[in-house]
């Protein structure tokens, strides 16, 4: 279950960073607002694929959702490593290899739900949090194992009996497809069924394919208290919306706000979100020992009020200007924005405007962008705490809304509301980009992260709201003391 989640994120990760290249290479007729579409259908992927995994793993062993999606993203990458082949249209290739691989990336609520069937209330919380771990250190490896595969460079080897050119843009693909034939296999061989209740006594499952026996039936009657997981939802919602827009706002702030050219702003915020991704690592782990302490519901409070300073600091304070880029400016307008361009971080729009013909990158806050003549610069030193507390509090609130949501579903089959709750994630996902290349680029980083403050304030208010009905199943029908969860 680990390594599958591990591979779901190693999955998105591991050729985010070369993917613009690459389509430039295959298919020179692509343009930036397509690499948009690129970069959102991994999450369209996810989002439709999550409750169809989910609903299939209520019904059937989950060994059969697990081995059909892990052979989808194996056969998706695959074809990512042939989107070259084609005389014509490898844009969409590229695009339907990506689509694939996030549909295959579904089976993230397969796991969540085996594992929120699989453990006690008391041992809950740490295997939730040993599962964000593991996706964790995948998202922090995929740019890594990226990077040592560039040494093979742009040419590569090609072996024509099968026409593979194995190159710096198809060796990550290659290795995670090896990686998941890997996952079946193990699959097959160690996989085995289990499911106990609340309370650890083996119970039975319809995920069963031998004899059954248990003692879940009596335990399972009652009602999901639906306004708890429609606000569990909204709140995770929240979540990976604001780390979503944290992620993708780190290069077009920092190359305004302290003059880095492209290649710096890429070096030193891929060095700040590795440090953050191992704090995040860290994180998972103490939260496993706080939560016996002090609840699952307090912790996840503790996060967002983290969260919330994390980007309070970063409002713009002062009187200090950011340098002003004037290079190449034929008027003060804002240049219009495609609404496919708006499903692409806005980094990499920006940085695919540059003409071919500059030998002087220019740097600074571009004029076209209004608010860069009158909005104070946010210090380095703002940027850097902004980064720690985000950083804390993201995996806080993380595993903390997984495990929380999984006691308050109970006994009962999880996989379509952890369909669910993985879809509102992958929409996050897509949304969140879309509102930092238009409230960022036209009203500017205090607009910006003011609107992130607020939305952050109604979710501590809506959990201020329902805070009393985020307790375990079990605790809510009386069959277990909420202490002894």
């Given amino acids: 279950m680990y390594l599958t989640m591990f591979l779901s994120s190693v999955g998105f990760s591991i050729v985010i960073m070369s993917v613009w290249p690459y389509l430039q290479k295959i298919d020179p007729t692509a343009d930036a607002s397509f690499l948009g579409w690129i970069i959102a259908s991994y999450s369209i992927g996810q989002m439709v ?10 019904y059937r062993p989950r060994r059969e959702p697990l081995v059909v999606s892990t052979a989808i993203s194996v056969a998706a990458n695959c074809l990512y490593a042939y989107v070259h082949v084609p005389h014509s249209h490898n844009k969409y290739y590229m695009l339907t290899a990506r689509a694939l691989v996030g549909f295959g990336a579904g089976n993230v609520a397969v796991v969540r739900s085996y594992i929120a069937g699989a453990t006690s209330l008391k041992e809950r919380t740490s295997a939730m949090a040993n599962t964000s771990a593991c996706q964790a250190v995948g998202f922090i490896l995929g740019p890594v194992f990226q990077t040592c595969f560039t ?109 880095w050219t492209r290649k710096e702003a890429v070096f030193y915020n891929g060095i700040i979100l590795s440090v953050v991704g191992i704090e995040s690592v860290i994180v998972f782990m103490v939260v496993k020992t706080l939560s016996k302490r002090t609840g699952e519901r307090a912790i996840l409070h503790g996060g967002l009020l983290i969260v919330l300073v994390g980007f309070f600091i970063l409002l713009p304070w002062g ?157 809510r029908y009386g069959r277990m003391q909420e202490e002894n969860c």
């Fill in 151 to 259: 040494l093979i460079g742009e040419e590569g080897i090609t072996w024509k009996l099968v026409d593979l050119q194995l190159n710096m843009y198809t060796a990550p693909v290659l290795f995670g497809a090896l990686l998941g034939v890997i996952n079946i296999i193990l699959i097959f061989a160690i996989f085995r069924e289990h499911r106990v209740d609340d309370m650890g006594r083996q119970s039975k499952s319809i995920n069963f394919e031998g004899e059954e026996s248990g003692v879940l039936d009596q335990d399972a009657e009652g009602n999901v208290d639906h306004v708890a997981v429609v606000a569990i939802n909204f709140l995770f919602f929240v979540i990976l919306f604001v780390f979503a827009v944290f992620e993708t706002i780190a290069t077009p702030l920092t190359m305004d706000m302290y003059s």
């Fill in 319 to 475: 009187k200090k200007l950011p340098n002003i880029q004037w290079e190449e400016i034929k008027n003060n307008s804002i240049p219009r924005t495609t609404s496919t361009e708006m499903l692409m971080p806005f980094w990499s729009w920006q940085a695919m405007q540059l003409p071919s013909n500059h030998t002087v990158e220019p740097v600074g806050c571009p004029v076209t962008q209004s608010w860069c003549l009158n909005t104070p610069m946010i210090y380095l030193a703002q940027y850097i705490s902004s980064d720690i507390l985000i950083g804390l509090g993201y995996p806080v609130c993380n595993v903390m809304s997984y495990t929380l949501y999984s006691k308050i579903l109970g006994p009962k089959p999880q996989g379509v509301y952890m369909g669910w709750l993985t879809a509102s994630g992958s929409g996050a996902r897509i949304l969140g980009p879309v509102f930092v290349s238009q409230i960022y680029t036209h009203l500017g980083p205090r607009w910006a992260f003011s609107l992130i403050c607020g939305v952050v304030v109604v979710s501590l208010l809506l959990l201020e709201i329902v805070y009393k009905r985020l307790i375990a199943f079990s605790v």
């Fill in 49 to 58: 694929a999550s409750p169809l995994f989910g609903l299939w793993s209520n």
